[in-house]
T-cell receptor
Framework: GAVVSQHPSWVICKSGTSVKIECRSL??????MFWYRQFPKQSLMLMAT?????????EQGVEKDKFLINHASLTLSTLTVTSAHPEDSSFYIC???????????????FGPGTRLTVL | QKEVEQNSGPLSVPEGAIASLNCTYS??????FFWYRQYSGKSPELIMF????GDKEDGRFTAQLNKASQYVSLLIRDSQPSDSATYLC?????????FGKGTMLLVSP
């Protein structure tokens, strides 16, 4: 159980266009979803945290107007990179968690990632 | 600024040996500690988590936590070539994870 999917798995776009990435929890309801970005040989950097039905909380330095996050349902969150530029090329990974578990920490289940290349 | 530090490696070990991976963290309020394995081009997969000081064993893997020293380690016994990957240490306070840059492990046949 606890499967998270992302679509698309990779995308190539021209500079200035917008790209939407979907993150879905397939077999559980995700109360919280997280969006990470990973540059080559770097760590996963948290971009934002989103809770279903409310506005996302962005990490310091992440432009909320550039990276639009929508968490409209308990199984779907989307990240839209607006007016993408080559420096936005990266590996974008989502994760999802649910509430009500016994663990002190709600385990994050990671999606397979989306490789974005902006030309 | 919360920081998680790892030696980037690569750490090279022969097949069958013990691989020892280390991690230090700066936030004394960290509550949970995780080791993830990440293959190139893939997303991370959870290997182990630990909350309490001491050792936790799961198969070939042993996680060690020393909160006083702000230190977490992962031992991999009987290393296999398939263990070759980047190992990410992550710490959590409340619901968010802070990752280290990872240590690349290379297990040679």
């Amino acid at each position: 159980g606890a499967v998270v999917s992302q679509h698309p798995s990779w995308v190539i776009c021209k500079s200035g266009t917008s790209v939407k990435i979907e993150c879905r929890s397939l077999d559980f309801q995700a109360t919280t979803m997280f969006w990470y970005r990973q540059f080559p040989k770097q760590s996963l950097m948290l971009m934002a945290t989103s809770n279903e039905g409310s506005k996302a909380t962005y990490e310091q330095g992440v432009e909320k107007d550039k990276f639009l996050i929508n968490h409209a349902s308990l199984t779907l969150s989307t990240l839209t990179v607006t007016s993408a530029h080559p420096e936005d090329s990266s590996f974008y990974i989502c994760s999802a968690t649910t509430s009500g578990r016994e663990l002190p920490y709600n385990e994050q289940f990671f999606g397979p990632g989306t490789r974005l290349t902006v030309l | 600024q919360k920081e998680v530090e790892q030696n980037s490696g690569p750490l090279s070990v022969p097949e069958g040996a013990i691989a020892s991976l280390n991690c230090t963290y700066s936030d004394r309020g960290s509550q949970s500690f995780f080791w993830y394995r990440q293959y190139s081009g893939k997303s991370p997969e959870l290997i182990m988590f630990i909350y309490s000081n001491g050792d936790k064993e799961d198969g070939r893997f042993t996680a060690q936590l020393n909160k006083a020293s702000q230190y977490v380690s992962l031992l991999i016994r009987d290393s296999q070539p398939s263990d070759s990957a980047t190992y990410l240490c992550a710490v959590s306070r409340y619901s968010t994870l802070t990752f280290g840059k990872g240590t690349m492990l290379l297990v040679s046949p």
